[in-house]
């Protein structure tokens, strides 16, 4: 069974399992899938599988829904492959196991121990990435 994970936001570290052929995601109790974030909408997105695809349909939310960093038309479906991040309010999700390797993966690349000690609270910070 396919799996929804919170990424980052108020609910970050929640997963859910996808039952259905629709599912509504939003900060009301009236949605399958409840998230605490202020910034999405009552009732925000809407989540179908037809066969073994998943569409996201953003419900003329007030903040909108971004699929890998580019907004979305209100009411289009919009089909998501695993490990594809979708923003609504300051909440990232993400479908499939292939969102966690994702996000282990690009964590992994960092070398935090690039960042100068020296730092101050004035200073800018520079992670550098492993190429």
């Known amino acids: 069974m396919t799996r929804l994970y919170v990424l980052d936001g108020p609910d970050k570290g929640r997963s859910f399992d996808l039952e259905g052929s ?10 399958h ?3 605490k974030d202020t910034y999405v909408s009552r009732r925000h997105l809407r989540l179908l599988r037809k066969g073994a695809k998943y569409f996201i349909q953003d419900l003329e ?6 699929v890998d960093g580019e907004p979305i038309s ?11 991040t979708i ?4 909440s990232v999700i993400c479908l499939g196991e292939g969102c966690l390797e ?7 690349s960092m070398d935090v121990s690039k960042v100068s ?5 004035s200073d800018t910070i520079i992670l550098e990435l492993d190429q």
């Open 22 to 31: 629709t599912i509504h995601i939003g900060r009301s109790r009236d949605n």
């Open 33 to 35: 899938i409840q998230l």
């Open 61 to 66: 939310s007030k903040n909108g829904t971004f």
């Open 74 to 84: 209100p009411g289009i479906e919009f089909e998501v492959k695993e490990g594809l």
């Open 87 to 90: 923003i609504i309010g300051v």
């Open 102 to 108: 994702e996000v282990k993966a690009f964590l992994d």
């Open 117 to 121: 000690k020296e730092a101050s609270e």
